[in-house]
């Protein structure tokens, strides 16, 4: 049975976890120009490192994420751990753009595994679905830290003469100490479902979620939020390359503006649903993230060099809230399977989004034109964000999922203990 001391070690060891697959999965944006420049290719050709791994983690995570559920939490975090470290740990032995294509998607997939089961775990640790979202911006605020770290990796090694590719190497290592420390570490008791009322574990049950009113709408808002986030750091350098102007310095260094203020919100946003309802949260840092993206629209490269990283401090809250609270509305034992669902309509989106900005800039001829169709999504966010503050549909579901999810076993007995 996990102890309050077992379930502070599983904290930190999903923020660690999370630290470790953004240092490569937020630092391809800065080796797909030096691998287009090794192999000869296209900017196309090159993106493939971006899709490779988001698709192998949609894949896992919609095909595979009921193992969390199946299986348990610790065996699905260690499959996926391990599926991950020996990808990344590959890389020390190649130098072929398709081996290395081969591994990044192999590597996805492990992340899918391992996020899946890590997602659900922090619905199983946490004591409320409030506490849950606090968690899960704590976690994505570790996320954020390793989203900044993988990239300062990558120029340490190239202005060391190495290659990019060991950055790969340093996190497969730091992936098997999480694969030892997850080994022997206790988790919770696996959630109890009623036979009577528990689904079946399986791709179709999965699937079957999608058509939940719940799932979808808050896998539409996943959807929505993520390609407003990718304009910031797929696009935004490519608008603003060449500015001159005033603020030239925060241009230069505007994608890592938006990192560092995108993971120093989310720690703040921990602290900012513990005094605000969740709601208010949303339709405040929507609206916040929109006149960000209205001011880089309606000016000039130079408030766009402002405004988009200043996006980041808005941003920071939305995905961990949206994805916390879709998980909360499902019952732990399904935890698994909603997680993998709404991680794989972020995958989507971080794949489509990008392409249809592009497809965009490229028939007008102007990267600017990236910025409208993010614009337009973070208006729909928010106007979604707004309908939620005050219409509520969650309320009666997540109340329902607090009275009878998020009393641990633990909690039970002492509940039964006769006063001391």
Not at 45 to 63: P, S
Not at 203 to 232: S, W
Request: proline share 4%.
């Amino acid at each position: 049975m996990a102890t309050p001391a077992d379930r502070r070690l599983l904290r930190i060891l999903t923020y660690l976890m999370f630290a470790m697959f953004a240092m490569t999965t937020d630092s391809v944006g800065v080796i797909i120009p030096h691998a287009i420049e090794r192999y000869s290719l296209g900017m196309t050709a090159g993106g493939a490192f971006q899709y490779a791994t988001m698709g192998g983690i949609a894949l896992a995570a919609l095909g595979l994420g009921f193992m969390a559920d199946r299986l348990g939490r610790k065996a699905t975090i260690i499959v996926g751990l391990v599926l991950f470290g020996a990808s990344s740990a590959l890389f020390a032995v190649g130098e072929e753009f398709l081996f290395f294509v081969g591994l990044l998607f192999v590597g996805g997939l492990g992340i899918g595994v391992f996020k899946s089961g890590a997602l659900a775990l922090i619905g199983d640790i946490s004591g409320s679905t409030r506490e849950h979202s606090a968690t899960m911006n704590t976690v994505e605020g570790f996320f954020g830290v390793g989203a900044i770290l993988g990239p300062a990796i990558v120029a340490w090694l190239l202005q060391s003469g190495a290659d990019w590719k060991w950055l790969y190497v340093v996190a497969a290592a730091l992936c098997g100490g999480l694969v030892l420390a997850s080994s022997l570490a206790r988790y919770p008791a696996r959630p109890v479902v009623p036979a009577a009322t528990r689904p079946p574990s399986s791709l179709g049950q999965t699937l079957a979620l999608a058509r939940d009113p719940h799932a979808l709408g808050f896998g539409l808002a996943l959807m929505l939020y993520v390609a407003a986030e990718a304009a910031v750091y797929v696009w935004a350098p490519t608008y603003l390359a060449g500015y001159e102007g005033q603020w030239a310095w925060f241009a230069v260094y505007a994608v890592s503006i938006f990192f560092v203020l995108r993971a120093a919100g989310r720690f703040l946003g921990a602290w900012l649903l513990s005094r605000l309802s969740w709601q208010a949260v949303l339709a405040i840092c929507s609206g916040g993230m929109f006149v960000c993206f209205a001011v880089a629209v309606l000016g000039d490269r130079g408030a766009a060099a402002l405004a988009l990283p200043a996006s980041g401090l808005f941003m920071s809250v939305l995905y961990p809230t949206i994805n916390s609270k879709g998980i909360s509305c499902f019952d732990k034992g399904r935890h698994g399977q909603i997680a993998g669902l709404l991680l794989f309509f972020t995958c989507v989106s971080a794949v489509l989004a990008p392409l249809a900005m592009g497809l965009l800039g490229d028939a007008f001829n102007d990267p600017k034109y990236s910025l409208y169709l993010a614009s337009g999504c973070a208006l729909v966010l928010t106007a979604l964000a707004i309908w939620n503050a005050i219409a509520d549909p969650t309320r009666a579901r997540l109340s329902r999922r607090d009275a009878e999810d998020y009393v641990t076993p633990e909690d039970a007995a002492a509940s039964l203990a006769p006063p001391a």
